[in-house]
């Protein structure tokens, strides 16, 4: 069982804005500052946010993160069919003394 | 271009023993926090360990503390994870992954991967 809690699944067609949970707690999340990771099949994970809300550079502005308390939120606006993946949300935990990540959400473009 | 190849994976007994590499390239090794992060074909991420650009700092999950064991050699531009009482639950795909020049724990490039299979 993971740390951070995501939805095993989502889902959204073409155009639509899609929105993935993380929930954590106040040793990861509530302290520290949340990471998103997208994983094509097949592929390695690839940093999609960081620092919550920051995109790395290349990545489209369609992807945006947010983050209140213990809980974090990936959304997608736009869904493309290329967005059909597996998405992770990560994070420091000060008690564990190290990285915990989600479960992972497979996206599914209908 | 930016690189990390890993290598070293392979089958081993539990109890046994490897070592996994990873070569990095295209940028300053020595001035980036690195990772290691496992996969069980079709299951999630999981974090390993970590190791500061110095290498003084490095911590790993509890899950693996003790067995697993990450350093660097930043003149070789090489990063390693010594993997000793190897058990079946240590079988996943092994990937290296670089921190962002700014975090310590934002992965932004990542290696292929190298698969570890634990079995008799």
């Known amino acids: 069982q993971s740390v951070l809690t995501q939805p095993p699944s989502a889902s959204g067609t073409p155009g639509q804005r899609v929105t993935i949970s993380c929930s954590g707690s106040s040793s990861n999340i509530g302290s520290n500052s949340v990471i998103w990771y997208q994983q094509l099949p097949g592929a390695a994970p690839k940093l999609l946010i960081y620092r919550s809300n920051q995109r790395p550079s290349g990545v489209p502005d369609r992807f945006s993160g947010s983050k209140s308390g213990t809980s974090a939120s990936l959304a997608i606006s736009g869904l493309q069919s290329a967005d059909e993946a597996d998405y992770y949300c990560?994070?420091?935990?000060?008690?564990?003394?190290?990285?915990?990540f989600g479960g992972g959400t497979k996206l599914t473009v209908l | 271009e930016v690189q990390l190849v890993e290598s070293g994976g392979g089958l081993v007994q539990p109890g046994g023993s490897l070592r996994l590499y990873c070569a990095a390239s295209g940028f300053t090794f020595s001035s980036y926090w690195m990772h290691w992060v496992r996969q069980v074909p079709g299951k999630g991420l999981v974090w390993v360990s970590r190791i500061s650009s110095d290498e003084r700092i490095s911590s790993h999950a509890d899950s693996v503390k003790g067995r697993l064991t990450i350093s660097r050699d930043n003149a070789k531009n090489t990063l390693y994870l010594q993997m000793d009482s190897l058990k079946v639950e240590d079988t996943a795909v092994y990937y290296c992954?670089?921190?962002?020049?700014?975090?310590?724990?934002?992965?932004?490039?990542w290696g292929q991967g190298t698969m570890v299979t634990v079995s008799s």
């Open positions: 990560a994070a420091w935990d000060d008690s564990l003394n190290g990285v915990v």
């Open positions: 992954a670089r921190a962002t020049s700014d975090t310590r724990n934002s992965l932004d490039v």
